[in-house]
């Protein structure tokens, strides 16, 4: 029921979102790259985020060890309030997750009317293999190094209730982020 | 007595958000969802500047700008949104609620530091 360029403009999308969500401390990029399967590591977690419409489901996910030291990843030096605890990875993985699914979510609004998105759940990989299990007629997984010492996976899997056909290029993002829109 | 207030449930951006304005020399409080943050902000008037998220549990942020106004009265206090979200249907709510503008994440500090300090009242 996904057109062959819709599925191809959904997994460009998809690691277009990956590569800005990722970029490091100092601007870099993720290196994202296409895996037959996630294998996430024992004891990884994922971030799974949601977009829904009437005529689509679509169900990302974001496997990332635990233990992994966020504060490499944070362009903010330490923690704002002296009292509180850094960032735990879940939490980094959760916003950067949405940021992610945020991306995609206003892309496709661009094509389909009423999209929403949920917020993060953390659940363990080895919840995984499930995802192959739910209906689903577009699946991609990709693995996304951040760094040479942090290297995450990411699924991706869409059901459809009605014909998807749509044509996005990373070109034709027009969005800017980060910049205050005034009322 | 802050100036600004970062409301938002993710621990990362409250530090990202905050750490960036404070290290610029404004006083910053915090809450982590919408209930908080009129909880905050009902007592503490000091506040000039609202930096929120919109989707959050208990209570998201669109919410709490409409009960900022209609609950708290306070009619003063300049409300900026901080999302992913970029729905015109959501900026139209908030326009209703009065907030002054929209941030699409992720946050880019030195765009908006200038701004941020007239709507605290600093500049």
């Given at each position: 029921?996904?057109?062959?360029?819709?599925?191809?403009?959904?997994?460009?999308?998809?690691?277009?979102?990956?590569?800005?969500?990722?970029?490091?401390?100092?601007?870099?990029?993720?290196v994202?790259?296409?895996i037959?399967?996630?294998?996430?590591?024992?004891?990884?977690?994922?971030?799974?985020?949601?977009?829904?419409?009437?005529?689509?489901?679509?169900?990302?996910?974001?496997?990332?060890?635990?233990?992994?030291?966020?504060?490499?990843?944070?362009?903010?030096?330490?923690?704002?309030?002296?009292?509180?605890?850094?960032?735990?990875?879940?939490?980094?993985?959760?916003?950067?997750?949405?940021?992610?699914?945020?991306?995609?979510?206003?892309?496709?609004g661009?094509?389909?009317?009423?999209?929403?998105?949920?917020?993060?759940?953390?659940?363990?990989?080895?919840?995984?293999?499930?995802?192959?299990?739910?209906?689903?007629e577009?699946?991609?997984?990709?693995?996304?190094?951040?760094?040479?010492?942090?290297?995450?996976?990411a699924?991706?899997?869409?059901?459809?209730?009605?014909?998807?056909?749509?044509?996005?290029?990373?070109q034709?993002?027009?969005?800017?982020?980060?910049?205050?829109?005034?009322? | 007595?802050?100036?600004?207030?970062?409301?938002?449930?993710?621990?990362t951006?409250?530090?990202?958000?905050?750490?960036?304005?404070?290290?610029?020399?404004?006083?910053?409080?915090?809450?982590?969802?919408?209930?908080?943050?009129?909880?905050?902000?009902?007592?503490?008037?000091?506040?000039?500047?609202?930096?929120?998220?919109?989707?959050?549990?208990?209570?998201?942020?669109?919410t709490?700008?409409?009960?900022?106004?209609?609950?708290?009265?306070?009619?003063?206090?300049?409300?900026?949104?901080?999302?992913?979200?970029?729905?015109?249907?959501m900026?139209?709510?908030?326009?209703?609620?009065?907030?002054?503008?929209?941030?699409?994440?992720?946050?880019?500090?030195?765009?908006?530091?200038?701004?941020?300090?007239?709507?605290?009242?600093?500049?």
């Open positions: 029921m996904i057109s062959a360029h819709a599925g191809e403009s959904l997994d460009r999308m998809f690691v277009h979102s990956l590569e800005s969500s990722f970029s490091g401390p100092a601007g870099e990029r993720a994202v790259t296409r037959d399967q996630a294998c996430p590591a024992a004891g990884a977690q994922m971030a799974v985020l949601m977009i829904a419409s009437h005529t689509f489901r679509l169900v990302m996910a974001l496997h990332f060890p635990p233990e992994a030291d966020t504060q490499r990843l944070l362009a903010a030096p330490g923690p704002a309030d002296e009292n509180a605890a850094p960032p735990s990875m879940r939490d980094h993985m959760s916003e950067r997750g949405n940021m992610c699914c945020g991306m995609v979510n206003r892309e496709l661009r094509f389909f009317a009423h999209t929403g998105m949920s917020t993060p759940h953390i659940i363990d990989s080895r919840s995984a293999p499930f995802m192959a299990a739910l209906p689903h577009h699946v991609g997984h990709w693995r996304v190094e951040v760094d040479e010492q942090l290297q995450l996976q699924s991706l899997c869409l059901h459809t209730r009605a014909p998807m056909d749509f044509e996005w290029q990373a034709e993002l027009a969005e800017v982020t980060g910049e205050l829109e005034f009322f | 007595m802050a100036q600004i207030l970062v409301v938002d449930d993710s621990s951006v409250r530090n990202e958000v905050g750490g960036f304005l404070q290290r610029n020399g404004l006083s910053v409080a915090y809450a982590v969802d919408g209930k908080d943050g009129l909880s905050k902000l009902g007592a503490d008037p000091s506040v000039k500047l609202v930096v929120c998220d919109v989707n959050m549990p208990n209570m998201d942020g669109l709490m700008a409409e009960k900022v106004r209609s609950e708290l009265r306070n009619s003063a206090v300049n409300i900026v949104m901080l999302t992913t979200e970029n729905a015109p249907a900026k139209e709510r908030g326009k209703a609620a009065g907030i002054k503008g929209w941030i699409v994440k992720p946050f880019n500090g030195p765009a908006v530091l200038a701004t941020f300090k007239k709507l605290a009242g600093v500049a």
